[in-house]
C-alpha cells in the first residue's frame, strides 16, 4: 500500500514563497515519477509539474514553469515544490501523487495524498 503524506502548505500574501514537501511510503514504483497537481475553488483539478525519481528528469505546467521548482530525494523518499512569486490564482488544494510514469494526466498517477491547502491573498 502506498501511503503520501504533504505539507508545507499555508496563508500568505501575493509575492510570497511557499515549499510543499510530498513524503511517500510502502510499495511506490521507484522507476516512475511523482506529480503535484492542484485544485482551486470552482477550477478543475491541473497538472503543477513532476519529477521522475530515477534521474531527476522534470516536467512543468506552463503557469508553473519558472517560478516553481519540483525537487526530490530518493534516500529520504520526499519530493518537494519550492513556490516563488505566488498570485492569487494559485490558491489551491496541491495534492502529490505518484505513478510508474512521468505525464501530465492525473488517470496516470496511481496513489494520492490528501492534499495541503495553499492561499494566497492579493
Known amino acids: 500500500q502506498v501511503q503520501l503524506v504533504e505539507s508545507g502548505g499555508g496563508f500568505l500574501q501575493a509575492g510570497g514563497s511557499l515549499r510543499l514537501s510530498c513524503l511517500a511510503s510502502g510499495d511506490f514504483p521507484r522507476g516512475g515519477a511523482v506529480a503535484w497537481f492542484r485544485q482551486g475553488p470552482g477550477k478543475e483539478r491541473e497538472f503543477v509539474a513532476a519529477?521522475?525519481?530515477?534521474?531527476?528528469?522534470?516536467l512543468y505546467e506552463g503557469s508553473a514553469e519558472g517560478r516553481f521548482t519540483i525537487s526530490r530525494d530518493n534516500a529520504k523518499n520526499t519530493v518537494w515544490l519550492q513556490m516563488n512569486s505566488l498570485k492569487p490564482e494559485d490558491t489551491a488544494v496541491y495534492s502529490c501523487?505518484?505513478?510508474?510514469?512521468?505525464?501530465?494526466?492525473?488517470?496516470?498517477?496511481?496513489?494520492w495524498g490528501a492534499g495541503t491547502q495553499v492561499t494566497v491573498s492579493s
Open positions: 501523487a505518484v505513478g510508474s510514469y512521468m505525464r501530465r494526466s492525473a488517470s496516470d498517477y496511481s496513489a
Open positions: 519529477i521522475r525519481w530515477i534521474g531527476g528528469r522534470t
